[in-house]
Antibody, heavy 120, light 107 residues
Framework: QVQLQQWGAGLLKPSETLSLTCAVF????????WTWIRQPPGEGLEWVGE????????NYNPSLKSRVTISLDTSKNQFSLNLNSVTAADTAVYYC?????????????WGQGTLVSVSS | EIVLTQSPATLSLSPGERATLSCRAS??????LIWYQQKPGQAPRLLIY???NRATGIPARFSGSGSGTDFTLTISSLEPEDFAVYYC?????????FGLGTRLEIK
């Protein structure tokens, strides 16, 4: 059973860079899209961006595009999120997620989530 | 971007009752609509993909329908473990967007 395990700093100051990494265990890394989705406390889900295994397709949420980078390390079966110049509005639980295509072409496997708080 | 509007925001029902949750898209998304369930402190779980297909391991009491702009998630007979927040998501166009959710609570 594939597992996604994520880690990264949980407390940041404004203007710092958020960095999270997600490792994929017991499953193939190839053939999937690797995604970050966030959820502010008590709120709904916001798609941050995703990358396919070959890095030929990378898409970001336009609301974050100037600040976000998603990258892969295929040698380690890991992918990462960097979000620079964070503000309090970036406080959220960040999930790393697998998107399986072509079927179901949905987010079928989720990491445990990392709460990132931005506060001075 | 495509906006998804879920209704009602909160639905209060009793175990054994039928639940009907709605998701409306701001433009046609064909059948590219997905439903998730989220319980407190947990990551979302995939329920339904492409509007009407149950994901692996999802009980038959969950069903989805609709196409174009109007979609419905139905839970035929509520079990205690079904009380949670439900989100719809579209994959028709970038950026991927989610609805704000419907909270299904015990009456």
């Amino acid at each position: 059973q594939v597992q996604l395990q994520q880690w990264g700093a949980g407390l940041l100051k404004p203007s710092e860079t958020l960095s999270l990494t997600c490792a994929v265990f017991d499953g193939s890394f190839s053939g999937y899209y690797w995604t970050w989705i966030r959820q502010p406390p008590g709120e709904g889900l916001e798609w941050v961006g995703e990358i396919n295994h070959s890095e030929s397709s990378i898409n970001y949420n336009p609301s974050l595009k100037s600040r976000v980078t998603i990258s892969l390390d295929t040698s380690k079966n890991q992918f990462s999120l960097n979000l620079n110049s964070v503000t309090a509005a970036d406080t959220a639980v960040y999930y790393c997620v697998r998107r399986q295509k072509p079927i179901p072409d949905a987010y079928d496997m989720w990491g445990q989530g990392t709460l990132v708080s931005v506060s001075s | 971007e495509i906006v998804l509007t879920q209704s009602p925001a909160t639905l209060s029902l009793s175990p054994g009752e039928r639940a009907t949750l709605s998701c409306r898209a701001s433009q046609s998304i064909s059948n590219y609509l997905i439903w998730y369930q989220q319980k407190p402190g947990q990551a979302p779980r995939l329920l339904i993909y492409d509007a009407s297909n149950r994901a692996t391991g999802i009980p038959a009491r969950f069903s989805g329908s609709g196409s174009g702009t109007d979609f419905t998630l139905t839970i035929s007979s509520l079990e205690p473990e079904d009380f949670a927040v439900y989100y719809c998501q579209q994959r028709r166009d970038w950026p991927i967007t989610f609805g704000l959710g419907t909270r299904l609570e015990i009456k």
